[in-house]
């Protein structure tokens, strides 16, 4: 069982690289899978941001043998992946779309995710922790912030107020990317809630993925966007900074967190 459900995140992880790489570099056939209308390039390199996000997590775990530390994941993935289901079917049985058939496809995809979430949430929860390490007290307390911010830019998207992120969407997308927002938080919170390295360096892992793909797209807008979403870009570019330096310090740097812990742990 064990083997077999590895077998299946890796396939898993590989189609979320391919995905990642595909929406951040516009590569269309991959990009048309999204449904939804009224994307801009920065929004498929930000959907390519959480297909790379959630790999990397997920790798991590895997790699570091981290069976318990996959629980947070599959929280993310109910998270986000219940909201896509309830909105994709709404909108088809609402009538209020022009690609039923496109849209019902990835509300059904979107609530086996859904399924899969809660399975491996089960299945997780059964496993031991591997790692006595606990979570640095700046990485706990820096996760407090990001779940604040998070909530609080999750709420107002799925609301759709406009003109919160640094470029333009339309409000039912507004409403899907704070879904999204809204399982980072959940995931982080899993990791405040239990504050193990080992929980931890899994949401760290997908934060740096998530930081690589948008850092220099923010940065290359910095001159050109309006002047009335550039607070919004200043400040999200310096939470990928922030949240960047955090992550390569204790998975790459600091001997205390980085690899596997001490044999006579």
Avoid: K
Wanted: with cysteine.
């Amino acid at each position: 069982m064990q083997r077999a459900i590895r077998a299946v995140l890796w396939v898993v992880i590989a189609i979320q690289i391919v995905l990642a790489v595909a929406f951040a570099f516009q590569v269309q056939p991959a990009i048309e899978l999204w449904p939804f209308s009224g994307r801009t390039p920065l929004t498929n390199i930000f959907i390519g941001s959480i297909f790379a996000a959630a790999a990397a997590s997920t790798a991590w775990c895997l790699v570091l043998r981290s069976d318990r530390g996959l629980a947070g994941i599959a929280i993310d993935y109910i998270t986000i992946f219940a909201p896509f289901a309830v909105i994709s079917f709404a909108q088809v049985v609402g009538g209020n779309t022009d690609s039923s058939l496109h849209v019902a496809a990835f509300g059904v995809v979107s609530a086996v995710g859904a399924l899969v979430g809660v399975r491996l949430l089960r299945w997780s929860l059964s496993r031991p922790w591997r790692d006595p390490r606990p979570t640095p007290r700046l990485v706990r307390g820096s996760f407090v912030v990001f779940i604040i911010a998070l909530l609080l830019v999750s709420g107002l998207l799925i609301v759709q107020v406009p003109d919160i992120l640094p470029w333009a969407i339309t409000p039912e997308l507004s409403t899907l990317i704070g879904c999204m927002f809204l399982g980072a938080s959940a995931y982080f919170a899993f990791g405040v809630v239990d504050p193990r390295w080992e929980n931890a360096g899994g949401q760290l892992a997908g934060f740096l993925a998530y930081d690589i793909v948008l850092i220099v797209p923010f940065i290359v807008r910095l001159p050109t966007i309006d002047p009335n979403l550039l607070p919004n870009l200043i400040v999200y570019t310096g939470v990928l900074i922030y949240s960047g330096l955090l992550a390569t310090w204790y998975l790459a740097i600091d001997s205390r967190t980085r690899g596997r812990p001490p044999r006579d742990s």
